[in-house]
């Protein structure tokens, strides 16, 4: 009877898929783990094979959404958003897809985009009621912006170089090379919501003619061509005409809105693991809402276990591959894989680490807060800062241990 109820089984299964069952079905329990080939088993007991719909790619990148950390425990929401899951939007010359809110509702200070230009292709002249934040990664970009006081800039940025637009400050960029990209992130993160974006020729649009006349001091005929809808992205030809005789001059010093990264020395790096680039209020005086860092991450490398006590922090993957646990408290964690153009938004104060998974290339990525600095606690340098035998007692591990901890930050761990 049980031979014959199996073989009915078998055949309704292939009635139903025209497939038999996973022969890993049969496997399973001396098979070993298989979350790195895209399946919940433990090979120790624990898990099954997938046998629904599933994206098979998706699981083989994220090993640990398979449960493959058995310290992961307890509900911890996503933290994670992929821009290649965002829609993009197609303009004439270039595209924009953004991570927003309703993308990464654990992303509460923060949104963000990438955007493309052509060469000459223009962001249209616009302002926000947040602060822009700007980070070229490919090719070179032109940017315009002037202040409450009418002091202006006109600079050219490569790679590596940034951008702060105040609050309220009216800006450009223009792509100046063949194909131009960069990431763009706003202290926001709601920022799709009407009243967060105003474009200029939006705003001529839907004002009467005769006040525009009267404003600018022309012929209202002046306006009849300006676009409506605003193109937010369009072409043109590359910018010749410098800016001269501003009244209040120009922003530059302690006022530039232009941070060129690599023009300055990276911060100390105990730990010999790679590269950190910090950027915020305390080097680039202008930008007092977002604190950044650009960080090199080698091959097998850790960045040390720590949290930010100050704000969250919002990160963007540019290339490699990573993993990071991120603990909740309450006993509650869990763990991420990332890859090139993942975005992540860890709580604020939540204790994490990440670490390179890859045994030839580096993890590069930037780390956003929604502060004037960059500020982070790192878990080693505070035990090691603590009366040793009290950390001995309450980790249960050797005095001599507690006493060799290192009393300096290591940041990036070789």
Known sequence: MKASLQLSITVLVQALFGTALPAVVEKRADSGPQFLKGQPIDGAGKGAPILGGTNKQIDLQNPDNLGQQSTDNGLVPNLKWAFSDSKTRLLKGGWVREQVITDLPSSH????????????????????????WGFVYNGSVLI???????????????????????????????????????LLVFDEADFDKVGTTFNVDDWIAHTPKDILAKNFGVNASVFKDVPSPNPYILNATVSTKNVTGGPAGTLSGNASFVYRTFDHPSESVPGQGGEFYKIDSTNFPASKTIAATFVRLEP?????????????????????????????????????????????????????????????????????????RVADIPLTQWLALTPSDIVAQTLKIPLSVAESLKKEKQVLIG
Not at 111 to 132: F, P
Not at 163 to 170: L, R, V
Not at 327 to 350: K, M, Q, W
């Open 109 to 132: 200070d923060i949104a963000a985009a990438q955007q493309h230009l052509t060469k000459g292709a223009i962001r249209e002249l616009h302002w926000h009621r947040v602060a822009e």
């Open 144 to 182: 315009s912006a002037v202040d409450e006081d009418g002091k202006y800039q006109v600079e050219k940025l490569n790679y590596g170089d940034i951008w702060y637009f105040p609050k309220g400050a009216a800006h450009t960029v223009q792509g100046l090379d063949d194909e131009n990209e960069f």
């Open 300 to 372: 097998k490398g850790l960045r040390e276990m720590h949290w930010h006590p100050n704000a969250e922090e919002w990160l963007y993957f540019h290339s490699g591959t990573g993993r990071a646990t991120v603990f909740i408290g309450g006993t509650n964690a869990r763990t991420f894989d990332f890859s090139a153009g993942d975005t992540a938004a860890f709580p604020d104060n939540s204790g994490h680490y990440i670490e390179n998974t890859s045994d030839t290339e580096d993890l590069v990525w930037i780390e956003i807060y929604k502060s004037d």
